[in-house]
């Protein structure tokens, strides 16, 4: 096969290869991009447009300039429903990346025996669909569910609630349903990314006198950086952007205290028929992702 | 006990009670499943008899042989083109090196943070403009592209981490592009598809609000979106749910616990790598 080689040159660097086949190349990308730029982007790309647009889905469509946006961030509905996402982060992120990191810190990597079987059932609640674990939970939080017994059965039989119904507390009641599907995403990350982190370093620290809590702060805790930012980009894009779940436990009450962004688009657009505002809502709402996902990123950057 | 025996215990001991305290829910909805239709059920309790009548009334009620043929098209053509399309698109980002081609893998990676939201407005009207609404065709195609970002991305750095010189090895035998990604790329990387494509299956199975969208009729919706309205017509009967709930949950258990290294690896990994 020598004849080859000769024939195709210094081509088999990779790096200079003849324009014809850098052409051909794109024929292996086509039917990605097409599918993906005709389905993902120009869908995305129409949503902005709409968001300009005053427009119910059948009459001819009005321009309405920047009207939509200035709906969405004064209007106490649709505004409410961005900072009930927010909140949600604290839920859906936050908590279940301190409990992963508390959980790491007091394993410390060092469970072998039987991890698989722990992680196997710490990431079953990423695998099923929402709607079912919203179904679960409904009845958990019902008046006579499970969270409520339980109560009663350590004497606080006082404070049992419909929680999903009660105006205070549905939203964080409907965030720990969250915080109870990620924690255990964050606790298997952390704890495959505290393996990888040299032993020797726990050594010399514990060498150099510092005791469980310091190694923890210094030599664990700068270990997991990145893992920790890939944590939070995962649970905060599914925070603001829940819909599953709250559709089947509360849709958005009681008197609209978890409403959320995509609760709130899905109804506008395709119940009231007002599409520049829903439209609206989307793009603020995948801004306000974008904006989160860079900070998360550029702050748990590995310094180099 | 000496003390590295209690501390082996105290933490087997902290991970057995999370481990129940993720099982509990679902051990509630088993035995809830098993009482009798229509009653009240309390937290844990057994039946005082059991009733499996309710797997097959739900499954009756909410049409889900229907709702689980959908579910099953959609995903039997969702996962093979994904990989697909994906797997020929990493290796012309990764190996052959297109013009444009670092553009191009941005616009994919911008892909992973764009939520639904903001692509299913416009794709409804757009669809609806072309029939493509009501239809397997236009949700199997929007599913795809939905993927695509991660599937494409997941692909190229599987590929760029095959050693180079086996490519070239390749190369230098005379291997055209489509037989070098046929029998020297693609049967090194069996592991790395087989992630992929339970990924997909996951999460064109558990799709929810693209469903609910672009399917209006009931007969064409997937489970977990029949699963969603059926709580709306029967929200108080608490064995029915619990066992339409399982019907529902069963198919993916079942893939996760077969694939489950693949799940972590590939939930874990794929972000790693980003």
Known sequence: MASGALLRGNATAGTRRPRRSRLRAWLYLLPALVVYAGFAIYSAAGTVWF????????????????????????????????????????????????????????????????????????????????VAVGITWRWLYSDDGMINRALETVGLGAITHAWLGDYHFALIALGLIGTWCMSGLCMVLFMSGAQRIDPSLHEAAAIDGAGPLRRFRYVTLPGLRREVGIAAVITTIAALASFDLVFVTTNGGPAGQTNVPALLVYRLAFNEGTIGGASALAVVLTLIVIVLVSAIRLLTREAK | MNRSAMTTALRYGLLSTLAVLVLAPFVGIALASVHPAGGQVGAFSLPEQWSWSNFALAWESGNFGRLMWSSAVIAVFVVPLTVCFAALAGYALSILGVWGGKGISLAFVLGLTLPVELLVIALYFNLREVGLTNSYTGVILAEIALFLPFGVYWMQSHFASVPRELVEAARVDGARDHTVLTRVLLPISWPAITTLAVLVFMWSWNQFLLVLVMMQDPDLRTAPTGLGLFVGQYGTDIPLLSAASLIVIAPIVVVYLLFQRSFVNGLTQGAVKA
């Open chain 1, 51 to 130: 968001s300009f647009l005053d427009w119910d889905g059948v009459a001819p469509p009005t321009w309405a300039g920047l009207a939509n946006y200035t709906r969405v961030l004064t209007e106490p509905l649709l505004a409410g429903a961005i900072l009930n996402g927010l909140v949600l982060i604290v839920f859906f992120s936050l908590i279940p990346i301190a409990v992963g990191l508390l959980l790491t810190g007091l394993l410390l990597g060092r469970v072998r025996t039987g991890m698989t079987f722990f992680r196997t059932v710490f990431f079953l609640p990423q695998v099923l669909p929402l």
